[in-house]
């Protein structure tokens, strides 16, 4: 929830448009989407995340950031960012657990959710469950059936998300 917040904040500071979809010229990470480098659309928005500390989700093993500095990478991340996010689709994944499989995972390290694709999650966190942060601010627990558990938010309703996975 507070990811989803400070995502909101940094979008509401920036002509309504989220750091994924904004030129670095910018102040965006829009030329970060298909570096890999996952935790790039959450430094960008450190001063409204105040803290990499809730980067790390209390079920995870990675370890804490001190900060958002130099030392800070994707392995101090337990979440994806919706790297297509926008205001005007709600519905649309903007943050979740890193533990979800399903679509085509491309070579960037985007995983490419698809309206054909079935959405779960690994047992990696959480027993095979996990939550997902949404465009309009909502949070969504998710059970082992993934999306089949929220129809809404199946791909074939909200179109293809790209992920973001650290």
Not at 28 to 51: C, I, M, P
Not at 134 to 139: A, K, M, N, P, W
Request: aromatic share 8%; hydrophobic share 35%.
């Amino acid at each position: 929830m507070q990811i989803g917040l400070g995502f909101r904040i940094w979008e509401g500071d920036h002509t309504n448009h989220y750091p994924m979809s904004i030129s670095t010229n910018l102040g965006g990470t829009l030329e970060y989407v298909a570096s890999g480098e996952t935790f790039r659309h959450f430094q960008v928005a450190s001063n409204q995340l105040s803290t990499p500390y809730i980067l790390i989700c209390p079920a995870d093993v990675r370890p804490l950031a001190k900060d958002f500095g130099l030392t800070f990478g994707n392995t101090n991340v337990s979440y994806f960012v919706g790297v297509d996010a926008e205001d005007s689709r709600p519905q649309m994944l903007l943050s979740g657990d890193r533990n979800i499989v399903g679509g085509t995972k491309l070579a960037n390290g985007i995983l490419e959710i698809a309206t054909n694709r079935s959405v779960s999650w690994s047992s990696e966190l959480h027993n095979g469950v996990g939550n997902i942060g949404l465009v309009d601010g909502s949070v969504v627990s998710l059970g082992r059936g993934g999306f089949a558990d929220w129809p809404e938010l199946q791909p074939k309703t909200v179109g293809t998300n790209r992920l973001a996975i650290p």
